[in-house]
T-cell receptor, first 115, second 113 residues
Framework: AQSVTQLDSQVPVFEEAPVELRCNYS??????LFWYVQYPNQGLQLLLK??????LVKGINGFEAEFNKSQTSFHLRKPSVHISDTAEYFC?????????????FGKGTKLSVKP | DAGVTQSPTHLIKTRGQHVTLRCSPI?????VSWYQQVLGQGPQFIFQ???????GRGNFPDRFSARQFPNYSSELNVNALLLGDSALYLC????????????FGSGTRLTVV
């Protein structure tokens, strides 16, 4: 079975500082990897995804993530955060190939950007 | 283009009642999935439909059921509501499944009293 662990439930950071949100996954087979963001009282928005190829993936709003197969990690980074980045961030995986593609989510990391 | 639309946005039901939640996918998307998000947790997979056939089912009781219509819209039904069914129910649509990534709606907030 697959599982996703987001190592920090809350991350406070000052505006314009860099941030890293950590995600580790467990799977005996290859997976696709995703990061989603959820603003208060809204659904989930896709930030970026890793399917194959280059291990450094760039997404929207200046975010990027690096896939590390040996460490089974997919950490999300941003070099300089804004107040508007305050939200909850979810890491997710789905099985590579196969007949279904449901997402398995971590418990989320709440990013709080302070002025 | 319209995104994934869900209705209603909010709903209050009494224990034991039945509820139907509706989802319209993005035009051209043939896959619809349902997720339950309890406060403070990540979304949990309930069902996935592709081309009107059930492609996956999460670990939810038989009180939960769903279907997909010929126009690819979908309904999620929950019978005999329990207090623990209170959650945000999210619908997601995709061209296919797996690596396509999913576009989520804003959800239906269900409160069971």
């Amino acid at each position: 079975a697959q599982s996703v662990t987001q190592l920090d439930s809350q991350v406070p950071v000052f505006e314009e500082a860099p941030v890293e949100l950590r995600c580790n996954y467990s799977s005996s087979v290859s997976v696709y990897l995703f990061w989603y963001v959820q603003y208060p009282n809204q659904g989930l928005q896709l930030l970026l995804k890793y399917l194959s190829g280059s291990t450094l993936v760039k997404g929207i709003n200046g975010f990027e993530a690096e896939f590390n197969k040996s460490q089974t990690s997919f950490h999300l980074r941003k070099p300089s955060v804004h107040i508007s980045d305050t939200a909850e961030y979810f890491c997710a995986v789905s099985l590579y190939g196969g007949s279904q593609g449901n997402l398995i989510f971590g418990k989320g990391t709440k990013l709080s950007v302070k002025p | 283009d319209a995104g994934v639309t869900q209705s209603p946005t909010h709903l209050i039901k009494t224990r034991g009642q039945h509820v139907t939640l509706r989802c319209s996918p993005i035009s051209g998307h043939k896959s619809v999935s349902w997720y339950q998000q309890v406060l403070g947790q990540g979304p949990q997979f309930i069902f996935q439909y592709y081309e009107k056939e059930e492609r996956g089912r999460g670990n939810f009781p038989d009180r939960f059921s769903a279907r997909q219509f010929p126009n690819y819209s979908s309904e999620l039904n929950v019978n005999a509501l329990l207090l623990g069914d209170s959650a945000l129910y999210l619908c997601a649509s995709s061209l296919g499944y797996g690596g396509y990534g999913y576009t989520f709606g804003s959800g239906t907030r269900l409160t069971v009293v």
